[in-house]
């Protein structure tokens, strides 16, 4: 119960902030997750950052659309989870994360005993925090670069905190994105619903529009306003 009230919550503020802008898109709907199909096809670029252990929405992709997906985690435990999965070739693994530097960042383990969602941050409540394992991580435009890619239709990031860093970096960049869905961890300690708005709006400033927003509060799914213009225009 605390937890649906916690979602009802999250919601109802995100409501009163007018976050959703495009209530009718119609997207579908991956798990937490949802793309806008009519911008994808076999020849799209996909970026999942995050693995953990967890490829359900990947190969949901690759099974609707055919398109290749790069999945990123830099974590020892996921690069090994990988390792003993038979995936399809159109899974392409790549051992490293997501930042707003390129070098070596410090992840800290789950709250919970086996979980594979490590973060940059601390999230242990009580006690000193375990040892952090370190991970490769790369700016968006020196993996993009390293990989040919000069356009990414979508940008997946469920990356437990370090999208504060990596998303305003991405942005940065340069580099055309049709769509963006980032899980925003403004509900982690140390962070706002204020600081997952101000992200937004960062977001929505470079041209982007909220096309959804997940029951938890917690997803969100952003496009390109140009690609929504030429649709309407063709």
């Known amino acids: 119960m605390l937890k649906y009230l916690k979602q009802q919550v999250r919601r109802f503020r995100l409501h ?3 976050v959703l802008d495009l209530p009718g898109s119609q997207p579908l709907l991956l798990g937490n997750w949802a793309v806008l199909p009519q911008f994808l096809d076999s020849h799209s670029v996909v970026y999942s950052f995050g693995v953990g252990d967890n490829v359900n929405w990947d190969l949901a992709m690759i099974d ?4 290749t997906i790069h999945a990123f985690d830099p974590t020892p435990q ?14 392409r693994f790549h051992d490293c994360g997501i930042s707003n530097f390129d070098g070596v960042l410090n992840f800290y383990p789950p709250r919970r ?3 594979m969602h490590y973060s940059q941050q601390p999230r242990h409540r009580f006690g000193r925090p375990p040892e952090p394992i370190p991970g490769k991580v790369n700016r968006l435009a020196t993996i993009a670069q390293r ?3 000069d356009r990414i239709d979508v940008l997946k990031l469920d990356v437990e905190g370090s999208e504060f860093d990596a998303v305003p970096d991405i942005l940065a960049s340069g580099i055309p994105i049709g769509q963006l869905l980032v899980e925003i961890h403004y509900h982690f300690s140390g962070r706002s619903f204020r600081s997952g708005l101000e992200l ?3 977001i929505k400033a470079t041209g982007m529009e909220c096309f959804y927003v997940s029951e938890r509060g917690l997803e969100f799914g952003f496009v390109r306003r140009e690609l929504i213009e030429q649709r309407k225009a063709a």
Do not use: E, T
């Not at 996921?78 to 899974?91: E, R, T, Y």
């Open 16 to 18: 009163r902030a007018r």
């Open 64 to 67: 609707r659309f055919g398109a």
């Open 78 to 91: 996921s690069i090994a989870w990988v390792g003993g999965q038979k995936l399809p070739p159109q899974f």
């Open 113 to 115: 005993a086996g979980g």
């Open 147 to 149: 990989l040919g890619h």
């Open 200 to 202: 937004i709006r960062r």
